[in-house]
């Protein structure tokens, strides 16, 4: 048995190939991750015990340490397994201990593992093993005569035929446990099995949406995630029936190799002697119904989760855009969630977020208290000296943007700026407990509109307040798995509320809570101790709070931003580095205070004359490069986009128009842009640019501000077709999103109405099967 020491060192060195690093910088890592360290903590502060790994890399070595400790834990299961059933023999332990996946050491743990009774184990208590034996092994037997001897009522074998089933059920369950034919078959299905989709009939109707893939088909190995995910959302709401074809069952495909196949490793062929057309069903059973079967399901399976890995990647990088989106800073905002009926709800917030006031106005059908609501916010803005006002993309958006318009062109208001935010989880948070906790005494619906103030003040600090799948800026995020998915939002999160940092005096408990080494209770406690004893002056008085050690103080501190007493608290130096700044003043021989901002003095030092054995170089560089800049922002800056007036509603598109719009959403096939219309236009990968584009974030990421063309409207489907091309290249007629070489799939005969071929199933003239077997199998 591999030992736990041999064990990590076999991960150690998988992980340090995979990723393309020296095995000692993984080693280093996985002690500080098994030492409670944080990524973002390890990224930034330990970079000399790491090599410098970036967050990527050290979030990715997480995430295969996570899996391969979860195989060795399996293969150390099987191996334990096997052995107490006494038979683990030496090439099995090698070939299990060689397993590289989770798939491999489930293919040989199979014949070992306990199941159901099946046929083939009930034909083997009946004892017809031998019988099925001697019949492989010496093909020239004849079937009914041997299986006459093994007639038995009593067993449930009365006639030759049960006879003769039960031993074929034993030869094809051993054949179908082969890891190594099950492997083999495996990759020729993933290399070219196709996936067909067909309408249920009687949804054609109810299911329109999804009428692309009414009668498609495509390879499974080239699928797209997202049309991948879409098949299944149809097959899930009862739309569209998949079927996973088989290479050698396409038009004009060779027939019969799955059967070849498993003859070929059974070392059989087809002779015409009289035990052959036994075996050769034999063959077909294995191959046609135990093995394929269960790789059909598997394949899906697999199909699926590459397709959820790929979605779950393109929303955690929206997410990530989302959350370091440009704040607005320090300004008044009014908030407004617009509505008809029920009134629009109005919050004010102030410089540091608070709530100052709330009111609600009724400018729309069927009150339409036009007049009275334009004396209402002119009254708040006044009152609270507004700097910006923050409208709702959601219901009657358009509308209160009119409002807001003319309120902000009176005399003495028209240094009030306004813009059109997205609410995605605005009302989530508004019923959620944290939300009850801050505002225990205010109406829900007002909250909403609280929300939407904070998100231009901070995108970063409120929108951690939402459960980020409430925030919908993914593909198919309720298809994929909500573990993973919620696993993977949680570390963008993470990430990017390290990457700022946090003021410690300011910050909820939600934004603090997701700083490294702070759980939600270590939060609490921190905002407690601050409203018990006023705002932090240090650092130091951090570790006063309750149960805030050592390990939360290493881990965090770096993190959180303190404006007091020494002028490095409010920098992302960390407190265990001040001795290193202290080297640096003394090597100037100025005054912190006139050293920090100093970036002529300070890109004249070496840094390589401040290390020791503890700092090198790269935090060192680190260290000047925050003295430069201390507490600078990583996001980028702020700015509104101007949606066109008279555009209001889908209808008022036109092939032509010109807009200017807010990206709301990117997936692999292209970018959601948000034109003022209450539905979100799509620029296709192909209308993101002139030149080819692979991965539409290279172009564009949520929040961006862009210019676009109309270039279709469908009102019925409510969709909306953009480019962001320039109009010399749509004149040019350039492709822009194919690559020259670029060829559409296709099959031997026709077209599906998806854009690929249909593969047509092979049929085989019943009764002909013997005949169809000798010919294949014999060769």
């Not at 092994?137 to 079937?143: F, G, V, Y």
Request: proline share 4%.
């Amino acid at each position: 048995m591999m030992d736990k020491a041999a064990s990590q060192e076999n991960i150690t060195h998988r992980i340090a190939e995979e990723l393309g690093v020296r095995p000692a910088q993984v080693n280093a890592t996985v002690k500080l991750l098994d030492d409670g360290a944080t990524v973002p903590f390890i990224a930034r502060y330990r970079k000399e015990v790491t090599g410098s790994l970036d967050d990527t890399q050290l979030r990715e070595l997480e995430q295969r340490l996570g899996y391969l400790r979860e195989l060795e834990e399996r293969r150390a299961t099987i191996l334990e397994s096997i052995a107490e059933q006494e038979k683990l023999t030496p090439e099995l332990e090698k070939a299990i201990k060689a397993a590289e996946n989770k798939t491999r050491l489930e293919d040989l743990y199979l014949p070992y593992k306990k199941k159901r009774r099946t046929k083939g184990q009930m034909a083997i208590e009946a004892g017809l093993e031998p019988l099925a034996d001697q019949l492989f092994e010496d093909p020239s037997q004849n079937p009914e005569a041997l299986a006459a001897d093994y007639v038995d009522a009593d067993s449930g074998y009365g006639d030759t035929a049960k006879v003769l089933e039960g031993a074929r059920a034993i030869l094809s369950e051993r054949w179908a446990e082969d890891a190594e034919l099950v492997g083999r078959i495996r990759e020729w299905m993933q290399k070219g099995a196709w996936i067909e989709s067909r309408v249920v009939e009687e949804k054609r109707q109810e299911g329109s949406k999804f009428r692309d893939y009414f009668e498609h088909a495509e390879p499974l190995a080239k699928i797209p995630s997202h049309r991948f995910l879409a098949l299944l959302r149809g097959r899930n709401e009862g739309i569209l029936r998949l079927d996973i074809v088989a290479p050698d069952q396409l038009e004009n495909a060779e027939p019969a190799q799955i059967e070849a196949m498993v003859a070929r490793h059974l070392g059989w062929s087809h002779q015409n002697r009289a035990a052959d057309d036994f075996l050769a069903d034999a063959v077909r059973f294995t191959g046609r119904i135990k093995i394929l079967v269960r790789l059909e399901t598997e394949l899906t399976s697999w199909i699926r989760e590459q397709a959820e890995e790929e979605a779950i990647q393109v929303f955690a990088g929206n997410m990530r855009d989302l959350l370091l989106a440009a704040p607005a800073g320090e300004k008044t905002v009014l908030g407004l969630d617009p509505g008809l009926r029920t009134g629009s709800k109005v919050a004010v917030v102030d410089t540091t977020g608070k709530l100052v006031e709330t009111a609600t106005i009724y400018p729309h059908a069927p009150q339409k208290q036009w007049q009275q609501s334009l004396a209402a916010l002119r009254t708040l803005v006044e009152r609270h000296g507004v700097n910006l006002i923050a409208i709702g993309n959601g219901t009657a958006s358009r509308e209160t943007e009119k409002l807001i318009k003319e309120l902000t062109q009176e005399k003495g208001l028209r240094g009030v700026e306004y813009l059109v935010v997205s609410e995605a989880g605005a009302s989530v948070y508004s019923a959620s407990e944290a939300a009850a906790k801050e505002f225990p005494n205010l109406d829900v619906s007002l909250r909403g509109a609280v929300s939407i103030a904070r998100r231009v003040q901070d995108p970063l600090a409120e929108l951690v307040k939402i459960e980020p799948k409430s925030i919908g800026v993914g593909q198919y995020q309720h298809d994929v798995s909500q573990v993973k998915l919620g696993r993977s939002l949680e570390a963008v999160v993470e990430d990017c509320v390290n990457a700022v940092g946090v003021d410690a005096n300011t910050a909820s408990a939600a934004l603090l809570s997701r700083v490294s080494g702070l759980s939600q209770a270590l939060a609490e406690n921190l905002v407690r101790h601050r409203d018990e004893n006023g705002p932090f002056s240090s650092r130091k008085q951090l570790k006063k709070i309750y149960r805030f050690g050592d390990k939360a103080f290493e881990q965090a501190a770096g993190f959180l931003r303190i404006r007091g007493d020494h002028p490095l608290d409010a920098s992302s130096v960390h407190p265990e580095a001040y001795p290193v700044v202290e080297k640096i003043r003394d090597k100037t021989g100025r005054e912190l205070s006139q050293l920090i901002g100093d970036e002529k003095q300070l890109k004249k030092l070496d840094p390589q004359d401040f290390t020791d054995e503890r700092f090198g170089v790269p935090t060192v560089e680190d260290i000047l490069k925050e003295l430069e800049k201390p507490g600078r922002d990583p996001r980028p800056e702020f700015r509104t986009v101007q949606y066109r007036e008279g555009v209001e509603k889908i209808s008022d598109l036109e092939a032509g128009m010109k807009l200017e719009g807010v990206v709301t959403n990117v997936t692999n096939f292209g970018a959601f842009v948000d034109v003022g219309v209450h539905q979100d236009g799509l620029v296709h990968i192909s209308q993101l640019a002139d030149k080819f584009v692979k991965d539409p974030r290279d172009v564009v990421k949520p929040g961006d501000i862009v210019s676009v063309r109309v270039m279709e409207v469908d009102v019925d489907r409510k969709r909306i077709g953009l480019s962001m091309r320039s109009d010399a290249a749509a004149e040019a007629g350039k492709p822009g999103g194919a690559p020259k070489h670029a060829k559409p799939d296709k099959t031997a005969k026709g077209k599906g109405k998806g854009g690929g071929g249909k593969p047509a199933r092979q049929k085989e003239p019943e009764g002909a099967l013997a005949m169809a077997l000798k010919e294949k199998l014999g060769k």
